[in-house]
């Protein structure tokens, strides 16, 4: 494995919902999960992955959310992941992009489902 991999884990997944409030209220209801609200059309586990645990996000930005579940692999180097996945045959779907927390991009692995990698920048 080369070193864009060293530390690679998957900690999160991300979920497409129609309705954000009611399904974070089915998460908190069901499991007892506490999801953050980071707008009306997002919320998330924070912290989670801390515990070696997966965090879950909430997407409810219509055209932005995945059409399936999406696993977020999360790296220390992403610039060196996106050129260790094209490399190794994923097609890049979405390039590097900023979101609240860091920044990531989303590809197509051979078998077509779609993944993203993340590098956590809070702030």
Do not use: C, K
């Not at 974070?24 to 999801?35: C, P």
């Not at 930005?61 to 994923?90: K, N, Y």
């Amino acid at each position: 494995m080369s070193d864009s991999g060293s530390g690679a884990r998957l900690n999160y997944v991300e979920l497409p919902t129609a309705d954000v409030v009611a399904t974070r209220q089915f998460f908190e209801a069901a499991f007892g999960w506490s999801l953050t609200v980071f707008g009306p059309a997002y919320a998330g586990t924070v912290a989670a992955g801390a515990g070696g645990t997966s965090d879950l996000g909430l997407n409810g930005h219509g055209d932005d959310a995945p059409a399936a579940p999406l696993p977020i692999v999360e790296v220390d180097d992403l610039e060196a992941s996106l050129a260790a996945v094209e490399a190794a045959g994923g097609v890049v779907t979405r390039p590097i992009f900023a979101f609240p927390g860091g920044r990531r991009f989303h590809f197509r692995e051979p078998s077509g489902n779609e993944m993203a990698v993340y590098v956590n920048e809070p702030g």
